[in-house]
């Protein structure tokens, strides 16, 4: 799992070190000019004779841009540093000069990003070390355009030059992942000491590159620290994954009541039970209309459609909440549901059933699945009125909000999923493929999500005292990651989403689970 502190976490961990004398700058810098070595050697180039330019800001960050550049001139790096700080780091400085690092004072130019621009054409590699977790709001002037212009010359050769950031692209909301102004999008993040959330939560963490954690010797003094947000990993899933055993049958493996599909929608039916089947669990018990459940039984003859004891639902995917029959079923569900303690996802039309308060304190074990539209509809029937870019805008911070407003776990689908419980950290998973933002890919989710939540049924009905208050978002976490896992499977990608892909529809998702839960468990 990799867990990703706050800037005050960060702080508090570094400053008893700090004043101990621990050298966390020189170990900083060091494995950043190692990365970057290494980074030239992947790509098939020599270090020795390669060309790197420094983006140095005004503070520490800058400083590790400087003494990384330092060892880079020592193995033979032609390193030329583009000084963007009024005020430079004046350790790092000399150490850099010293060392025989070019030092360009491109603040006094009359064209500041033309200058930076002339000196980054030369570079195979450019670091940007701006600013780190002491910014402050968006990237000021000159350095916003200094940035776009770097930005635009990068689109323009995506693979040449590569961009390392140092702790987080300049210009990040750190701590929230935000996108208040221009960033130059990495290839790579180093980042200091543990993971910030900015690089984990979208829509910043698209333009973090893959993120490389530099060990500064911080984990005992951060594990005090609560993480603000965590990803999950595939082994992480595993140890989750309800697995059965020789003294299981069905009925222990967990029922899954399904509340989906309608005679308008009855597609959503046979998705949502074919997520369910394919990510494991005893029994689907199906509860809905005549054409859904004829479609359910032709894909699905081992569903059984009478009523009986379940140990979590899905209610609302293909639903409209205007069909008032389906939404009477939804809402009996639902109420059977809460006063049973069993965990709910509640999926597209469900989530209307939450739309005014009439369930006032949902308990975390419902989780709600929105997508961005869905989600602002629901806040701006709380009373929060927001839009679906404001919610693209601050995934992380919408999600929360639903999730304290209503008391459920909130799972805010997207390129990357975020899962929000009222208290507790965030999950930001990005385990997915572009080729999955395709139509009734949500319901197949919804399905997946109910199999895991029907595995720990009984266990979270029994837990009076409140002990698993945490799991359900856990659960929404792995869920997110084995259906994008099964989406990257079927599109014909690897496990890290490497490859160009192919076009998949929803079904291959739902037929890809079983064989990504199987790479998942070996
Ligand atoms: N602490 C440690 O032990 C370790 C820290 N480490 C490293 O230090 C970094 C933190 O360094 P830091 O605290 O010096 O702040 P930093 O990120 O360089 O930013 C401050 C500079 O940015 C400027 N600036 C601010 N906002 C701005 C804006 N919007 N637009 C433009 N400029 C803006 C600000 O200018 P000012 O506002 O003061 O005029 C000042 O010049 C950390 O990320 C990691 O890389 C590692 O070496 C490990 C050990
Ligand atoms: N660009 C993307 N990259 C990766 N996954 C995506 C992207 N866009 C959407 N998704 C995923 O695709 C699924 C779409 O679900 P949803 O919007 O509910 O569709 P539907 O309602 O048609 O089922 C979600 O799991 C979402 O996280
Ligand atoms: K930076």
Redesign the pocket.
Known sequence: MIRAHTVAAV?EA?APR?TAGEP??AR??FALATRVAAELRERGHRVSGSVVLLLV????????ALFAGTHLARRGCQVHAALL???PPAAGLAAARAAGVRVHEVLAAPDVPGAVVALARAAGVWVDG???????????AP?TAVVGALAAEKAASPDEPVVVA???PSGIGVDDGALPGPVLPADVTVT??TAKPGLLLPPAAAVAGRVEVVD?GLDGDLAAAAPAVCRLAPADVADLWPVPGPADQKYTRGVLGVVAGSQAFPGAAVLAVAGAVGAGLGMVRYRGPEVPTGLVHARHPEVVAAPGRVQAWVIGSGIDPDDAARTQAMEESLAAALAARLPVALDAGGLSLVHDDGHPDLPATVVLTPHAGELATLLTARGEEVTRADVEAAPARHARLAAEITGATVLLKGAATVVAAPDGPLYAQADATPWLATAGAGDVLAGVLGALLAGYGDAIAADEEGRLTALPARLAAAAALVHGRAARRAAGQGPDGSGPGAPITAQDVAAALPGAVGALLR
């Not at 600013?131 to 000021?140: D, F, V």
Request: charged share 20%; glycine share 28%.
């Open positions: 702080r570094e700090l966390l700058m900083a810098a800001g005004g503070g520490n960050n800058g400083g590790d700080g009024e005020r701006l600013t780190g977790i002491g910014a402050r709001g968006p990237l000021r350095l140092v702790d987080v200091m000491g500064l």
